[in-house]
């Protein structure tokens, strides 16, 4: 276990100013859900919002939504994702897809997404991992063909804009995240977002459905939530993640997606978000040129651009391991992204029989992500070069946003 400053993987800012705002929420939680709704419908220029409490719970209600409208059940979503993305869709009642990805920018395998979109597909998942803009334009078209829905997941990418157009907002319907780690949080929550009115609707008959979280599950959020606020710090950080109850860091497929709505509290939290997520986002990017420059990566398109965590590729998987395990030992906040693809989840297993997604593989055997939040100091940002400096390689492809880790001397 270690002891001493530890800097956490993920982190968003959260101040004095939020938490006021969020015990203002606990009292008049329609004003400050209202409040909420109001800002996002107009920075999105959306016309339905939606709040949940987590992200894969806003994704789950949005499939069950889009599965009412349509007698289709298969979901296309990314052999490498998160573990929360596939649940989501087994929670209601749809079957999965996998579809490989390329490797040298995370979204899909343009052609083998074109032979797996077919009259069977209700959706397709498109995702923006880390911040990387995704081409959904590309995927709406292969979708329009089938009469397939494209929802958009921006979990990891809220405020990012591709000529002017925000991503969430570029397919028939945007998946959003609060939750800790995210570019803004509250705690936890998750977003819905639509200009389609056929959906809207549909999403509003399951929405009815879901309950509102009671006052005493409200005041532990906010105690959690305090919590949260204390020991993300980097000075004090050492202390949870020295707690191996609490798993922090571990990759969990859930079994089960708790789904209420966002309480008055959370949707307090979370006002001011545009501000917050400005600020955020310069913040990541700031960070990230600073880490590509302190490595001697070649500028490329993208060398300010604010990602979620900075993703980069060792030369072997047991190089990734080791620098791993070395980064835990002096509390780097280096981490290994998802452990494996959808595929290989041992409660999905039998959903993919027995097919294989090379580059998804390959992704969660090399890559490791680097921290990117406003947390980290000049110090820190050295010391996180410094761990990897002198062992970038070119045995891996050199795309635009990944840079590429050799094997250590």
């Given at each position: 276990?270690r002891?001493?400053r530890?800097?956490p993987?993920?982190?968003?800012?959260?101040?004095?100013?939020?938490l006021?705002?969020?015990?203002?929420?606990?009292w008049?939680?329609?004003?400050?859900?209202?409040?909420?709704?109001?800002?996002?419908?107009?920075?999105?220029?959306?016309?339905?919002?939606?709040?949940?409490?987590?992200?894969?719970?806003?994704?789950?209600?949005?499939?069950?939504?889009?599965?009412?409208?349509?007698?289709?059940?298969?979901?296309?979503?990314?052999?490498?994702?998160?573990?929360?993305v596939?649940?989501?869709?087994?929670?209601?009642?749809?079957?999965?897809?996998?579809?490989d990805?390329?490797?040298?920018?995370?979204?899909?395998?343009?052609?083998?997404?074109?032979?797996?979109?077919?009259?069977r597909?209700?959706?397709?998942?498109?995702?923006?991992?880390?911040?990387?803009?995704?081409?959904?334009?590309?995927?709406?078209a292969?979708?329009?063909?089938?009469?397939a829905?494209?929802?958009?997941?921006?979990?990891?990418?809220?405020?990012?804009?591709?000529?002017?157009?925000?991503?969430?907002?570029?397919?028939?319907v945007?998946?959003f995240?609060?939750?800790?780690?995210?570019?803004?949080?509250?705690?936890?929550?998750?977003i819905?977002?639509?200009?389609?009115?056929?959906?809207?609707?549909?999403?509003?008959?399951?929405?009815?459905a879901?309950?509102?979280?009671?006052?005493?599950?409200?005041?532990?959020?906010?105690?959690k939530?305090?919590?949260?606020?204390?020991?993300?710090?980097?000075?004090?950080?050492?202390?949870?993640?020295?707690?191996?109850?609490l798993?922090?860091?571990?990759?969990?497929?859930?079994?089960?997606?708790a789904i209420?709505?966002?309480?008055?509290?959370?949707?307090?939290?979370?006002?001011?978000?545009?501000?917050?997520?400005?600020?955020?986002?310069?913040?990541?990017?700031?960070?990230?040129?600073?880490?590509r420059?302190?490595?001697?990566?070649?500028?490329?398109?993208?060398?300010?651009?604010?990602?979620?965590?900075?993703?980069?590729?060792?030369?072997?998987?047991?190089?990734?391991?080791?620098?791993?395990?070395?980064?835990?030992?002096?509390g780097?906040?280096?981490?290994?992204?998802?452990?494996?693809?959808?595929?290989?989840i041992?409660?999905?297993?039998?959903?993919?029989?027995?097919?294989?997604?090379?580059?998804?593989?390959?992704?969660?055997?090399?890559?490791?992500?680097?921290?990117t939040?406003?947390?980290?100091?000049?110090?820190?940002?050295?010391a996180?070069?410094?761990?990897?400096?002198?062992?970038?390689?070119?045995?891996?492809?050199?795309?635009?946003?990944?840079?590429?880790?050799?094997?250590?001397?």
């Amino acid at each position: 276990m270690r002891i001493g400053r530890t800097i956490p993987p993920v982190a968003a800012p959260l101040g004095l100013a939020d938490l006021w705002y969020g015990l203002r929420g606990l009292w008049q939680p329609m004003r400050a859900l209202e409040t909420l709704e109001d800002e996002l419908t107009l920075m999105f220029r959306s016309h339905h919002a939606f709040l949940l409490s987590s992200g894969s719970a806003a994704l789950t209600v949005t499939l069950k939504a889009l599965a009412s409208m349509s007698d289709r059940t298969e979901v296309i979503v990314p052999a490498y994702t998160c573990f929360t993305v596939p649940a989501a869709v087994v929670q209601a009642g749809l079957r999965p897809v996998a579809c490989d990805i390329d490797r040298s920018t995370f979204e899909f395998d343009h052609e083998q997404l074109a032979s797996l979109v077919t009259d069977r597909t209700l959706c397709v998942i498109a995702q923006h991992l880390f911040s990387i803009p995704s081409d959904v334009d590309r995927v709406r078209a292969m979708c329009a063909a089938h009469g397939a829905f494209v929802v958009e997941d921006a979990a990891q990418a809220m405020g990012g804009e591709v000529h002017g157009r925000m991503l969430g907002m570029m397919g028939d319907v945007g998946i959003f995240s609060l939750g800790r780690g995210k570019q803004v949080t509250c705690g936890e929550g998750g977003i819905v977002m639509t200009n389609s009115l056929p959906i809207a609707s549909a999403i509003e008959t399951q929405y009815a459905a879901v309950p509102v979280p009671g006052l005493g599950s409200a005041l532990a959020s906010f105690a959690k939530v305090i919590l949260m606020w204390l020991f993300i710090r980097p000075w004090l950080y050492w202390i949870p993640a020295g707690i191996p109850r609490l798993r922090l860091g571990e990759t969990i497929y859930p079994q089960h997606i708790a789904i209420h709505r966002l309480s008055g509290l959370h949707a307090g939290l979370a006002r001011r978000v545009r501000i917050r997520m400005m600020r955020a986002r310069r913040a990541r990017a700031s960070v990230a040129a600073e880490l590509r420059r302190r490595l001697r990566l070649s500028p490329r398109d993208g060398d300010r651009h604010p990602f979620l965590r900075f993703p980069v590729f060792a030369a072997t998987p047991a190089d990734k391991r080791r620098l791993c395990e070395e980064a835990r030992r002096l509390g780097l906040g280096i981490s290994q992204g998802y452990p494996t693809p959808i595929n290989e989840i041992p409660e999905l297993q039998n959903l993919f029989d027995g097919r294989k997604y090379p580059h998804a593989a390959y992704v969660a055997a090399h890559l490791l992500t680097l921290p990117t939040h406003h947390w980290l100091t000049d110090k820190d940002k050295r010391a996180i070069a410094d761990h990897i400096s002198g062992i970038v390689g070119s045995s891996c492809p050199p795309p635009v946003t990944q840079p590429q880790i050799g094997a250590q001397a």
